[in-house]
Structure formats: structure tokens, C-alpha cells
């Protein structure tokens, strides 16, 4: 362990994790450990350059708090979260797919019944939402539990809104005896992610935008049935081709059709993977 040196201290980190008794963090902690030494001789990291990143770091978590997740914000943003939801979402054919959880789902939303407007007071065009939850081989789901959150016409979400104590634009739903569910809430338009901390810099730093499409987000469970975390986007929304968290699935974009009185309707129908 003396006298280590840049050909020999991959090994020696790897070694020193030898005692560990979980062998899937072992296998985390040595992959992790030759990934970032293996980077880090790719680039030929300069010590400068070290502590610039360990700054970043630091600012990272400096600005997350209860409301703030500057983390997930970073994994969003170098495809991480699509990555991982990507591999451990593999459902058979004619699933809804998943999509990136993101920051902005809060726990205990309301309970409103069918028919409802969740929008609770948020500012936009009314959206008459409505779809049917059904299982792969078309067996509709009674009383799927729909977990729907999305953002007001300026772009930000409830919790963003400094001092706002009731949910917005958020609520929980629960499917009929034919797993049909509809809703009335405002119409989802794009937004940018929150992009006055580190996060936002690096996107700046590397000529990239913060904007998503217009999208609504779902979390539909049911006994049973996988829990599926996903969004529907709008079709013909700005930035679908250039989602700054590369959540977009064609499977997932449907037409938000414009009523003749100015009001939109988007229907979209949820099909659930069996529980293992
Ligand atoms: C969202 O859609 O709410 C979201 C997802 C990833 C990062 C930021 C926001
Ligand atoms: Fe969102």
C-alpha cells in the first residue's frame, strides 16, 4: 500500500474492498471505482479541473433541500434516470412504457372522483382528460389507482410556487368498475426545468436548453399489476425532439384535440404489465 502510483492504484482501491460482506455493493463499488479511474485517464484529468468538479458537486447539494432535488435534476439531465428506468422497465409488447419519475410528484396528493377538476384554482386552458386502464390481454383494471401531476400554464408546479399550501394541478383518481377514469385539469404546456443552480449552468455550459415538452404525469398502480410511472406528451409540443431529460417515447405522444369553444381533450388508455 505504499508508494502507489497511477499504474497501480485502480487495483489497490479494488482490493481494499475486499472485506465487504454485501456482494452487490461489492460489485458496485468495484465497477464504480474502474469506471471513474478509467475516465479520469481518458481525459487526463488536471487537478484543476478535479476540484472544478468538486465543486460542482458541492453547489449540488448546497441547493437541494425538500423542494429542490439538484441530484435527480443531474441524473435527468445526463440521461441517467432514462438509462436506468429504460433497463429496468423491459415490459412485453403493447405495455405503456415508463418514463423518468422526475422531482415534482409530492406524496398524498388529494383523492378527487371521476369527473373532478384537479386543477384546484391553477392557471390555464381547461383539458378534459379521459382513457381506460386496461391489462395485456385487454382486461380493463377496476379501481386502478391514477396518481396525475403536471404543471400550470406558466410553466411551474405547484410546490414551486412559493408560499401555495394547497396541491394544484395534482390529484389521485380511481378508475370505474371498467377501469375507465376522466378528469378535468388544464392543458400542459412546455416548461423549463429548474435551471438557476448547477445544473442549469452545465446545460449553459454545453449549449443545451432547459425546456420540456407540454406532458402530464402518471403513476398508475392497481393489485396485481406493475406500477407504472410514466407521462403522456402532446403532440406537436415544442422540444419533443429535445427533451433537456430525454423522457420522450413515441408510444407516449397523443393528440390534445382543441375544442370549438377554445377547451382541449386528450384521451390516452394505460395498459399494465402483470406483477412478477
Ligand atoms: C418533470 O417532468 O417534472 C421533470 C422531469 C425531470 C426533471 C425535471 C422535471
Ligand atoms: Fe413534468
New binding site residues.
Partial sequence: MRNLNQDNITQAVIASFANTTDPRLKQIMTSLVQHLHAFAREVKLTEEEWFQGIEFLTRTGHITNDKRQEF??LS??LGL?TLTVAMNNDKPAGCTEAT?????HVKGAPHYELGADIANGAKGTLCRVRGQVRGINGEPVPGAQLDV?Q?DEDGL?DVQHEGLEQAQARGILTADSEGRYHFRSIVAVPYA??HDGPVGAMLEATGRHPW?PA?L?FMVTAPGYETLIT?VFRDHSDYLDSD??F?VRQSLVCDWVQQPDGSYQMEYDFVLNPAK
Wanted: net charge neutral.
Fill in positions: 435527480i435534476l435527468d439531465t434516470s423518468v419519475f422526475g422531482p415534482f401531476w404543471s408546479y426545468i429548474p420540456r406532458h404525469h407521462h433537456a431529460v423522457g
